[in-house]
């Protein structure tokens, strides 16, 4: 099965690192065939990325220059908007497969990932929920990080994802989540759960050992080899220290995933690229 995730110039900064290890325990501990959709100029790290075995597909948001036409009128990240928005441009560049599995950059693979779609139009693991000191399971969303999709059935709503989109661009919708409160909002009672397994947050664990695991708002340059918050902030360390010892561990998982030679071509091509030290 293809496996895709998708990049820009921008996200590299904070990314790069992760994007690297993703692809690199792709390679090393499944099956799958790791594709990267990229928005931006050619560099180091796309030939590094290349060599490596990677289908690096070269593609500028379909809709970008409308994004771009509000940027500044609402009160949201643009940059996150565009990196993120390139997943719903995967259906329309995917020529062959019926279903792929899209997870974030921010990833890393422990085992294989054998799943059979049948006729699930998509399919993901539940958000958690974060509230306070208070970290719970929801049942009426899911997390986009980890996502099993259908690519007709992706294809069939780029219009309306578009329109979403760049309504969140213009300010008319306000939706906090961005591309995963559009894909909640549209894929209501469409999609099926997947374990937590395949979507494994530190802070919340799962039952067994995880296939994926997700760094979902705390990644690893933002801990210290203490297992401390590089900038502490109230809900980073209700997250660390829910789940010190498995960043600790993911945290060196990172480290060693991260060759000499990527740690090289990721700084020629973003020199203020955030690393784990």
Not at 71 to 89: C, E, K, T, V
Not at 119 to 137: C, F, N, T
Not at 226 to 248: H, I, K, M
Not at 252 to 259: C, F, K, N, P, S
Request: hydrophobic share 40%; aromatic share 8%.
């Amino acid at each position: 099965m293809k496996w895709y995730t998708c990049c820009n110039e921008a996200a590299l900064e904070a990314g790069g690192e992760t994007l690297i290890a993703a692809v690199e325990s792709c390679l090393r501990m499944t099956t799958l065939r790791p594709h990267l959709v990229y928005d931006g100029r050619a560099n180091p790290l796309l030939s590094y990325l290349r060599d490596r075995g990677v289908v690096v597909i070269p593609h500028r948001l379909s809709f970008r220059e409308q994004i771009e036409n509000y940027r500044g009128q609402a009160d949201i990240d643009y940059d996150w908007l565009l990196g993120n928005s390139l997943r719903f441009d995967i259906p329309n560049l995917e020529e062959e497969a019926d279903n792929i599995i899209y997870t974030d950059t921010d990833v890393v693979f422990h085992r294989d990932v054998q799943l059979n779609p049948g006729s699930v139009p998509l399919a993901a693991a539940r958000e958690i929920i974060i509230d306070g000191d208070l970290v719970r399971e929801t049942e009426r969303a899911f997390n986009a990080g980890v996502m099993l999709l259908n690519v007709a059935f992706m294809r069939s709503l780029h219009d309306v994802f578009r329109r979403l989109l760049i309504d969140i661009a213009s300010g008319t919708l306000v939706n906090p989540w961005y591309d995963q409160g559009v894909l909640n909002s549209v894929c209501q009672g469409l999609w099926l759960p997947l374990p937590q397994s395949l979507n494994c947050r530190p802070f919340y664990g799962c039952e067994g050992p995880p296939a994926i695991s997700h760094f979902q708002f705390l990644k690893p340059h933002m801990i210290t080899d203490r297992s401390a918050l590089v900038e502490p902030n109230p809900r980073g360390d209700v997250l660390l220290r829910r789940g010190s010892t498995a960043y600790a561990a993911l945290r060196r998982t990172i480290i060693d995933l991260v060759t000499p030679q990527a740690r090289s071509a990721l700084l020629a091509s973003c020199p203020t690229a955030r690393l784990s030290t």
